[in-house]
């Protein structure tokens, strides 16, 4: 059965940081992009980072470079989300997805019409 399983949200400090984990089962994580996206109460859920399968390029939203890190481990199966400098503005359920193709790009980084499988979510708050 294909899963993607989310895990290391919580609650953190602002400035604090948080490590998410994307654990694929049912398919070979390394022949797919993955992405991450958020979602905050009353937004629409947001494209945070991709990365490609094959060179392992990477694409962050404008507001998170520098602060955010994705990383995947093909042995473990696994998509990583280093989360650093947490601001509350930050705070949303937070999603990982296979891409539909194996490579990411701006634009795929953007759109949920480039995933076809989701993970049920983690929670990220950032409140003192």
């Known amino acids: 059965q294909l899963q993607l399983v989310e895990s290391g949200g919580g609650l953190v400090q602002p400035g604090g940081s948080l490590r998410l984990s994307c654990a694929a089962s049912?398919?070979?994580?390394?022949?797919?992009?993955i992405g991450w996206f958020r979602q905050a109460p009353g937004k629409e859920r947001e494209g945070v980072s991709c990365i490609s399968s094959s060179d392992g390029s990477t694409y962050y939203a404008d507001s998170l470079k520098g602060r955010f890190t994705i990383s995947r481990d093909n042995v473990k199966n696994t998509v990583y989300l280093q989360m650093n400098s947490l601001k509350p503005e930050d705070t949303a359920v937070y999603y990982c997805a296979r891409g539909v193709v194996s490579f990411c790009s701006a634009y795929a980084m953007t759109e949920t019409r480039e995933y076809d499988y989701w993970g049920q979510g983690t929670q990220v708050t950032v409140s003192s």
């Open positions: 049912g398919f070979t994580l390394r022949y797919y992009a």
